[in-house]
């Protein structure tokens, strides 16, 4: 399985004006990527609250071919993602610098969760530092492998002052203050509610980016 895309700091289903400003743009180089690798298979709605219209989740036969496609796609948007940064201008609006600060700190408390709770629940997550993790139904072993090598302390570490640098910084509510529909009975998080319910077989975005989910894919 690879994952590549320039993860959105707000659910782009929900905000279409944020959606407009920084992929409206971007489709055509998405579009591109999903005719040459396919679909990777089910993925998760609740993973699609972290992931753009251009994201390309795939799996494939591994081929000289293939993984030139997959490393052109990677130049292709870091160039796309350094443009974005040329481009940026500072936030002056103490409101929205706030709503953004919550947001990322909202991104970063779900992936850290997400991945220390592998070693945990016997949950999957591909690992990588530029890219949103997909959850599955088995245990992926990097993790494990990583706290053999330096122990479980260390890793928890290095997943929160490195991976996702901020998680502790940005922000105090917890995993469950912005997800409280994991929350169970006994006040712990259900670790399994991310693989139960809607899982899309196909590319939930048409063409233009526009969310088709709801009426296709679905499994």
């Known amino acids: 399985m690879k994952l590549r895309d320039l993860n959105p700091l707000y659910d782009?289903?929900?905000?279409r004006d944020y959606k407009e400003k920084y992929y409206r743009?971007?489709?055509?180089?998405?579009l591109k990527y999903a005719k040459l690798l396919p679909w990777g298979g089910k993925l998760t709605s609740e993973s699609l609250r972290f992931f753009s219209p251009i994201v390309i989740w795939t799996k494939f036969t591994s081929s000289k071919y293939n993984h030139g496609v997959l490393y052109s796609a990677f130049m292709d948007y870091y160039k796309a993602w350094l443009d974005?940064?040329?481009q940026a201008t500072a936030e002056r609006h103490a409101l929205q610098i706030s709503c953004n600060r919550e947001a990322q700190h909202r991104y970063l408390t779900w992936r850290a969760e997400k991945l220390e709770s592998i070693g945990r629940d016997h949950c999957k997550l591909t690992v990588a530092h530029d890219m949103v993790?997909?959850?599955?139904?088995?245990?992926?072993?990097?993790y494990r492998i990583l706290k053999k090598l330096i122990g479980e302390s260390l890793s928890k570490e290095l997943v929160r002052r490195f991976l996702f640098n901020g998680v502790d910084e940005l922000g105090t509510k917890t995993f469950?203050?912005?997800?409280?529909?994991?929350?169970?009975?006994?006040?712990?998080?259900n670790a399994k509610r991310s693989i139960i319910g809607k899982s899309f077989e196909s590319r939930p975005w048409d063409s233009s980016g526009e969310f088709i989910g709801s009426v296709s894919g679905l499994s």
């Open 84 to 86: 974005l940064m040329e």
């Open 176 to 189: 469950l203050d912005y997800f409280p529909e994991y929350c169970c009975e006994n006040g712990t998080i």
């Open 25 to 30: 743009s971007l489709m055509p180089l998405g």
């Open 12 to 15: 782009v289903n929900d905000r």
């Open 133 to 142: 993790g997909v959850l599955g139904k088995t245990l992926d072993p990097g």
